[in-house]
């Protein structure tokens, strides 16, 4: 069977993983249904001949015995993760676990000595306890048991204790022996598709900050409070969300983006004047001086609104990473392997967080982006084309032959 072939019928096979009746998926991370997406994917690498291996906090690794059989051979890591969002997409993380797994057939059908590992990465997705790319954080050393503790899904567990709960070490050792580290993912964007490229290569990956805002003000009778004595928490807010985007869109050339994504008003009902109002803030960028820039307008303008309309402020920050540079040397290897093969690409920054992202402190990191049909992703409706795959596959492969 060729690769493209093969790839069909390994998606068709996790298909039935996770599958909701409306065509998405919902693949938590740290749960059976990501359980069963590494397991498929193993059977997969098993029939190719393939050994794995797992690390103290689930991450699992395949690799071919003939080329060094254990974690501590200096390796190329070309990883991803099987997990999703609840009601996600198929490709999102999966696409770069099958195109390293592709590519380490080729190594061994081609009979070349290069030690590649694909890696399967636990609980990138930070939908249910708002930390992202949990797995290659905590074999990267990028978060701390507070952070872990910290973290908790609606019902109050944290993720400290459910990583536990799963038999894993929330303290694992950090990993060693990668020469380098390579991903692909679909873009997650619209770039690629609107100028009508196959290819992207990654130069840095932006960081968001997240953060809560709340606006305390007084629950009044809507119709009994005159419009000079109120305290109305969601016309503050609404002030905010505005500035949110100017503050953003002021730093266009910079590709700062920032968005309001949540919105929880109290009471929420017509007949009363809202009294306690809370926005979720996501503000990332590449450059951290622009993304900076941003949050202290947004900040500063939350306190002239509390002030002007004699509310009380909260902010508290949940999260705040700082945006990467990838290795310049890996993206003009991974461009002149592009050229070599006549794939047409451009160099692009990343807006979405990556597991690439944590390893720049540890060894180069270099990233290739396919597109997806109309830059939709985390929804049923996110789409990408299996000979893009291949495309990727080709690229990593003529660049792990040349270097
Ligand atoms: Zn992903």
Same mark, same amino acid.
Request: glycine share 10%.
């Given at each position: 069977?060729?690769?493209?072939?093969?790839?069909?019928?390994?998606?068709?096979?996790?298909?039935?993983?996770?599958?909701?009746?409306?065509?998405?998926?919902?693949?938590?991370?740290?749960?059976?249904?990501?359980?069963?997406?590494? *397991? %498929?994917?193993?059977?997969?690498? $098993?029939?190719? /001949?393939?050994?794995? @291996?797992?690390?103290?906090?689930?991450?699992? +690794?395949?690799?071919?015995?003939?080329?060094?059989?254990?974690?501590?051979?200096?390796?190329?890591?070309?990883?991803?993760?099987?997990?999703?969002?609840?009601?996600?997409?198929?490709?999102?993380?999966?696409?770069?676990?099958?195109?390293?797994?592709?590519?380490?057939?080729?190594?061994?059908?081609?009979?070349?000595?290069?030690?590649?590992?694909?890696?399967?990465f636990?609980?990138e997705?930070?939908?249910?306890?708002?930390?992202a790319t949990t797995?290659s954080k905590?074999?990267?050393?990028?978060?701390?048991? *507070? %952070?872990?503790?910290?973290?908790? $899904?609606?019902? /109050?567990?944290?993720? @400290?204790?459910?990583?536990?709960?799963?038999? +894993?070490?929330?303290?694992?050792?950090?990993?060693?022996?990668?020469?380098?580290?390579?991903?692909?993912?679909?873009?997650?964007?619209?770039?690629?598709?609107?100028?009508?490229?196959?290819?992207?290569?990654?130069?840095?990956?932006?960081?968001?900050?997240?953060?809560?805002?709340?606006?305390?003000?007084?629950?009044?009778?809507?119709?009994?409070?005159?419009?000079?004595?109120?305290?109305?928490?969601?016309?503050?807010?609404?002030?905010?969300?505005?500035?949110?985007?100017?503050?953003?869109?002021?730093?266009?050339?910079?590709?700062?983006?920032?968005?309001?994504?949540?919105?929880?008003?109290?009471?929420?009902?017509?007949?009363?004047?809202?009294?306690?109002?809370?926005?979720?803030?996501?503000?990332?960028?590449?450059?951290?001086?622009?993304?900076?820039?941003?949050?202290?307008?947004?900040?500063?303008?939350?306190?002239?609104?509390?002030?002007?309309?004699?509310?009380?402020?909260?902010?508290?920050?949940?999260?705040?990473?700082?945006?990467?540079?990838?290795?310049?040397?890996?993206?003009?290897?991974?461009?002149?392997?592009?050229?070599?093969?006549?794939?047409?690409?451009?160099?692009?920054?990343?807006?979405?967080g990556?597991d690439?992202?944590n390893?720049?402190?540890?060894?180069?990191?270099?990233?290739?982006?396919?597109?997806?049909?109309?830059?939709?992703?985390?929804?049923?409706?996110?789409?990408?084309?299996?000979?893009?795959?291949?495309?990727?596959?080709?690229?990593?492969?003529?660049?792990?032959?040349?270097?």
């Amino acid at each position: 069977m060729n690769d493209l072939d093969l790839l069909i019928t390994w998606f068709a096979t996790l298909d039935k993983i996770g599958a909701n009746e409306d065509g998405s998926f919902s693949r938590l991370g740290y749960t059976d249904t990501e359980d069963a997406m590494i *397991a %498929t994917v193993l059977g997969f690498s $098993e029939l190719l /001949g393939f050994g794995c @291996y797992t690390d103290e906090v689930g991450n699992t +690794f395949i690799y071919d015995k003939a080329l060094g059989d254990n974690s501590k051979v200096e390796r190329t890591l070309i990883a991803s993760h099987v997990d999703s969002v609840v009601s996600g997409g198929k490709y999102d993380g999966v696409a770069g676990v099958l195109a390293g797994l592709i590519v380490l057939k080729r190594i061994k059908e081609q009979g070349l000595n290069i030690p590649v590992h694909v890696g399967i990465f636990r609980m990138e997705e930070s939908s249910v306890f708002g930390i992202a790319t949990t797995g290659s954080k905590l074999v990267s050393g990028q978060i701390t048991e *507070a %952070t872990l503790k910290n973290a908790k $899904e609606q019902n /109050g567990v944290s993720l @400290y204790d459910r990583i536990k709960e799963c038999g +894993f070490n929330p303290n694992p050792p950090k990993i060693t022996g990668l020469k380098q580290y390579l991903e692909l993912h679909i873009e997650q964007g619209r770039v690629l598709e609107s100028k009508g490229l196959k290819l992207g290569v990654v130069s840095s990956i932006a960081a968001p900050v997240r953060m809560w805002v709340k606006f305390t003000g007084k629950q009044d009778h809507s119709g009994a409070t005159p419009m000079d004595i109120r305290k109305d928490s969601l016309v503050a807010a609404a002030e905010l969300v505005i500035h949110v985007e100017q503050a953003a869109t002021n730093e266009l050339n910079n590709a700062s983006v920032g968005t309001t994504g949540i919105i929880r008003n109290t009471p929420n009902v017509f007949n009363v004047v809202p009294g306690e109002t809370t926005l979720g803030l996501d503000i990332r960028g590449i450059d951290k001086a622009s993304r900076q820039r941003v949050l202290e307008s947004v900040e500063l303008k939350a306190k002239q609104l509390a002030e002007k309309r004699g509310l009380e402020l909260d902010i508290n920050k949940v999260s705040s990473s700082d945006p990467v540079k990838l290795s310049t040397d890996l993206q003009n290897k991974l461009s002149a392997a592009a050229n070599k093969l006549n794939i047409e690409h451009i160099v692009m920054p990343s807006g979405a967080g990556h597991d690439a992202m944590n390893f720049v402190d540890i060894c180069p990191v270099g990233m290739l982006f396919i597109p997806c049909v109309d830059g939709i992703s985390h929804n049923k409706l996110e789409s990408a084309s299996i000979a893009d795959i291949v495309a990727g596959c080709d690229v990593l492969m003529e660049y792990l032959k040349s270097n």
